[in-house]
């Protein structure tokens, strides 16, 4: 057995500027030691200690009587192993939960904070957790006992398990609302999700579009294995596509085009070949949270926030229903900079979501070039997200492209990424499109087709939905900009009553609510246990830790839903709310009861 | 990834001097040599440019002057990709039947990343039958992706660490060195099990084989998975031609038709529609594992090798046909790799080749070391690009690290005028040749001298 590594680093914490500490499990026992002020505490840690202890004693005895047996058994006799096997994880996992439960107790009683003390890195699975998912170390979760954890870890890979227990602290509401989603007749009761990013306003006109005669051909080629940057046919549309609508000065190159299954493998993808392992991104937060997450899966980079500062809570905008967030300054950005380089970061890059996701703020286009020559001063490469370019809903808003911009102070170093799964409402597509300047980033990106690569009948159909001009100006986009905005606008005569102070520049399909009247104290304890309090209502939402959000209490509401769903799910907000109003002291007891 | 590896790969590997760097550490460092590059590229980033810059030069070459009847009579015939060509008229013809152009909203939105759960139910169904599984197999076993590339990605990423390796019989389908490698870090071994340092994690069985159109026996099969077993290996068993063995006498069998696996909880089969059902373009490919872990762990994979609803309904309504697979589809595919592989067989033979095929597939594994007058991977690559020159790519042995130099992958599942064509450039190549000592035994059952395990 393998699997005893001493010093390793087993957790990882949040520090005070966001970013990724590694903490070694000597640390964790030594920070552990030196918090034994009361008596009490020293008798709960030592209680843990000896379950811990017995459970690492137990573990290994079953192990060695296991893999004995295993051995020794003849081929026919295998089903039995399984049985006891099985019955060797259960005893293992209640072991275990008792362990977790001895210290959650602890540490609810005595208030006090000390990561775990860890008698066998076997047991650790957290502590892989934590490391990949540090953003938001709180979310709670049916996470496994240590035990079952020694046998998942036995067959998965150490970063296979890091990366099942990421997936389900990230997926593990999205799971559930999959399995029990809301039906007007068949599910009344089912989830609602205001959480993921859908556009579902303009689906009659979609599914129309797609029902046509011209989209069900079939050649040849789109059967064979093509360009793994992406079919010569598509490519040359996208460019054309691109240069119309993002108005670039001149016509965009297909060669610097490269298609993909979705803009989260483009991200990733893209911090592969820019970035090494450990290096870091700047990216302006709260952000989207699918960065954190692709940041970590595959390309291990990491993302240094740029806090963007809100108001301080008053009653005067809570009463307006009104929210700002400071606009990203060079200042902020200079300082960031220089304070992660302080911390021998090795920055390689700029994140820009434009228009913003969650704050659906547009970059107007002197501010563009004032971070892109910010950028090129510090060598950056920026990367921009214009996944919501065509879902500016407010007329008074214009978006402007990085692609629009005619002296691109690094043409080099600048990436634009764009999908349809937002602006066409098409996220089941899996498609997304890298346009770069750089040949060379183009070309590194084409290895990782072959992995996120996208069916050619895919491809097909998307090139006759985007080359289809007519419909799309004449019919798609005025519809959908009208629909956007009378559904935000519904959304925010709805919050406007509840008196929920919400943020939205203009565009994107979500509110980024403020609800940090409504925990007491305002920390991010405070709103995991609001979430849950949403999610127990069957309402998701995505909360303001995931986004990397500086400070606890806000929220992310999609209004872009059907719009009988987004009426039961406002209704179900309100209840919540006006609950949570009542006896905050009382909820927060709660889920200690229930455990 | 430190230069120890170069003490503890086998053998045979360090003969290759212009490629051990990349093609083997490549898979440890082929960092050192890009270093010098003032590109914007990370190291990484650098590795997979190389990986496309150089493994790909055959097919880029191809892409940029592929042959066409009308339009291109002079450009490239590729037998060099495995793909069937065969039956694209059948294909086309179901693809566009009214039931495949349905739109409705649940397969334009995000997805159960495990797939859409219809898609699983087909898949089960249709592997229990085409596998001749002894009880019907769940669809919560069942994970799909876009393609077995992102399979075998995925699956070394989450059994595997950096570093660690995987055991695969040589030669074989080159590109798995890649999949495994750009996220994953993961190597693969040739040969031996434990070879100083480099920990294997487990073994990899491509059956029906690929480049040898070999198909493992029932009890081949179970002495290899109690051998892996025995060692705490995981199985990943590749079965992408398994509808595509056109020799009846064969008697093919799919892992998951054996009565008891010695490890279920580490066999891992995986399928895909590229090769039996020629849409290597439609990415699409499945996970066959009872390992709920695994299976999990590859799911939260999924985000970032997803397909389209739109395919995935598509592919459910094709699997499900079974009238159609049965008595349209698979006599009619059979039929006509059977003459390709007739035709292709009787040039060879004509020429005085030796060569290895037996009925599966769509490749003939052809010995051409009499060409070599030195018998060297230089030579090999020589004539490899004399082929190109000639306007037919093939694939070398190289390519799947073989052995010995002068094995070449022939690849017939294609229509009868290229095919012809190509044979014909391969003859003309081959006549320019001077041979060495005529060996006198143009014996189509020949082994090669690289056995699979």
């Known amino acids: 057995m393998e699997l005893k590594e001493e010093g390793c680093p087993i957790g990882s914490s949040l520090s005070d500027s966001g970013t990724i500490v590694a903490v070694t499990e000597d640390e964790c026992r030594l920070e552990g030691q030196g918090a034994e002020k009361s008596s009490t505490k020293k008798v709960f840690q030592t209680l843990q200690r000896k379950v811990l202890e017995l459970q690492r004693v137990l573990m290994d005895h079953f192990f060695r009587m296991t893999s004995q047996r295993v051995q020794s058994l003849s081929p026919e006799d295998q089903q039995r192993p399984q049985g006891s096997w099985k019955w060797i994880k259960r005893m293992g996992f209640l072991m275990s939960r008792m362990a977790n439960l001895i210290w959650a107790e602890a540490t609810k009683e005595l208030k006090f904070k000390e990561p775990l003390p860890r008698s066998d890195p076997r047991c650790d699975i957290k502590a892989g957790q934590q490391a990949l998912s540090s953003w938001q170390p709180d979310q709670p979760g049916p996470r496994l006992g240590g035990f079952e954890a020694v046998f998942v870890s036995h067959v998965l890979s150490r970063r296979g398990t890091g990366i099942c227990d990421l997936y389900r602290a990230n997926f593990q509401s999205y799971e559930a609302y999959q399995r029990d989603k809301y039906h007007k007749e068949k599910n009344p009761m089912g989830y609602i999700n205001l959480g993921t990013s859908e556009n579902k306003l303009c689906l009659d006109l979609i599914k129309e579009r797609l029902s046509q005669r011209d989209m069900n051909q079939i050649e040849e080629d789109l059967l064979q294995y093509s360009d793994w940057q992406g079919q010569p046919f598509l490519r040359k549309e996208l460019a054309s596509f691109l240069t119309c609508y993002c108005r670039a000065p001149t016509p965009l190159d297909p060669e610097k085009v490269v298609v993909l299954n979705g803009c989260s493998s483009v991200f990733s993808s893209l911090a592969m070949v820019l970035c090494d392992p450990g290096d870091a991104f700047l990216i302006p937060t709260p952000c989207y949270s699918g960065f954190a997450f692709s940041s970590c899966l595959y390309s291990k980079v990491e993302l240094i926030p740029v806090h963007l500062e809100s108001q301080p809570l008053s009653i005067a905008h809570v009463l307006q229903a009104d929210s700002s967030f400071s606009q990203l300054t060079m200042d902020i950005l200079e300082l960031t900079l220089t304070q992660a380089k302080m911390k021998e970061k090795k920055v390689k890059g700029l994140v820009l979501v434009n228009p913003q996701n969650p704050l659906g703020e547009v970059y107007t286009r002197s501010m563009m070039k004032e971070y892109l020559a910010f950028a090129k001063k510090h060598n950056l490469h920026v990367i921009v997200d214009e996944i919501y370019m065509l879902s500016v809903f407010d007329a008074s808003v214009t978006f402007h492209s990085v692609l629009n911009i005619k002296h691109l102070p690094d043409p080099n170093k600048t990436h634009m990424i764009w999908g349809t799964s937002k602006d066409f409402g098409i996220s089941g597509f899996r498609f997304g499109v890298l346009y770069t300047h750089n040949k060379e980033v183009a070309s590194a990106m084409r290895a990782f087709g072959y992995l996120h690569g996208v069916s050619g009948i895919t491809q097909f159909k998307l090139c006759q939905l985007l080359q289809d001009r007519e419909w799309i100006d004449q019919l798609y986009l005025p519809t959908n900009h009208s629909r956007l905005r009378k559904a935000y606008l519904y959304v925010a005569k709805r919050l406007e009553k509840l008196k929920v102070p919400f943020f939205n520049g203009g565009s994107g399909l979500y509110v980024w609510i403020d609800l940090r009247a409504y925990l007491s104290p305002c920390t991010f304890d405070q709103e995991q246990i609001l979430c849950q309090c949403f999610q127990d209502n069957k309402l998701l939402l995505s909360r303001g830790r995931a986004y990397m959000c500086k400070e606890p209490g806000w929220f992310r509401l999609i209004f872009a839903g059907d719009q009988l769903q987004v009426k039961v799910a406002l209704d179900r907000f309100c209840q919540v709310l006006k609950e949570h109003k009542k006896d905050p002291r009382l909820k927060q007891l709660e889920p200690a009861i229930a455990t | 990834m430190d230069s120890g590896y170069d003490d503890s790969l086998p053998g045979e590997c360090l003969r290759k ?75 086309s013809r179901r693809l566009t039947q009214n039931d495949m152009l349905h739109v409705e909203p649940s397969l334009l939105q995000y997805p159960d990343w495990r797939g859409h759960l219809f898609l699983r139910e087909e898949v089960a169904k249709f592997l229990s039958f085409y596998c001749k599984s002894p009880a019907p197999l769940k669809p919560e076993n069942v994970v799909v992706l876009n393609g077995c590339a992102s399979l075998f990605s995925a699956l070394a990423t989450v059994l595997c660490e950096a570093g660690e390796a995987l055991l695969i019989p040589t030669p074989y389908y080159g590109a798995i060195t890649q999949h495994v490698y750009l996220y994953g870090n993961v190597r693969l071994a040739y040969v031996y099990l434990e070879s100083e340092g480099v920990k294997v994690k487990g073994l990899i069985l491509i059956n029906p084989q690929n480049p040898l159109g070999d198909i493992y026996s029932p009890e081949e099969l179970q002495e290899f998975l109690g051998f892996a077993m025995r060692h705490q290996l995981h199985v990943i068993m590749d079965e992408v031609y398994m509808l595509s063995v056109f020799e009846e006498s064969l008697g093919y069998r799919s892992v998951l038709s054996l009565e008891r696996l010695p490890d279920p909880q580490r066999t891992h089969v995986m ?104 018998g060297t991977f230089e030579e090999e690559g020589l004539l490899w690009r004399q082929f190109l020159d000639n306007k037919v790519l093939l694939s070398c042995g190289k390519t799947f690290e073989c052995k010995e130099p002068g094995w070449f992958r022939v690849v017939f599942s294609d229509k009868e005028n290229r095919l012809r064509l190509g044979m014909q450039r391969v003859r003309q190549v081959l006549e320019r040749q001077p041979q060495v000592v005529e060996e006198a035994s143009p014996c189509h059952t020949q082994e090669p001298s690289t056995q699979p395990i």
């Not at chain 2, 015939?77 to 039956?87: A, D, V």
């Not at chain 2, 049965?326 to 292709?344: D, G, M």
């Not at chain 2, 030796?354 to 007058?373: E, N, Q, Y």
């Open chain 2, 17 to 91: 001097p212009d490629w051990k760097q990349l093609k083997l550490y490549g898979v440890g460092d082929p960092v050192a040599m890009f270093s010098s590059d003032s590109s914007c590229l990370s190291s990484r980033g650098r590795v997979s440019k190389w990986f496309w810059d150089s493994a790909e030069e055959g097919y880029r070459t191809y892409h940029m002057d592929e042959y066409d009847e009308d339009k291109n009579p002079s450009g490239i015939i590729n037998l060099g990709t495995s793909e069937n060509k065969l039956c694209f008229d059948l294909l």
């Open chain 2, 271 to 374: 399928w895909a529609t590229s090769k039996d059902f020629g849409m290597s373009g439609l990415r699409f490919g499945i996970l066959y594992t009872e390992n709920q872990h695994v299976a999990t762990a590859v799911a939260s994979l999924c985000r970032y090798h997803g397909l389209s609803g739109l395919v995935q309904h598509q592919m459910a309504q094709l699997l499900r046909d079974h009238d159609w697979i049965s008595q349209v589809y698979l006599p009619e595919n059979h039929a006509r790799l059977k003459a390709a592989h007739t035709y292709v067989s009787e040039e060879l033979r004509a020429l005085g080749i030796p060569f290895v095929s037996r009925g599966a597939g769509f490749f003939i594994w052809v010995d051409l070391r009499k060409f070599l007058p030195r």
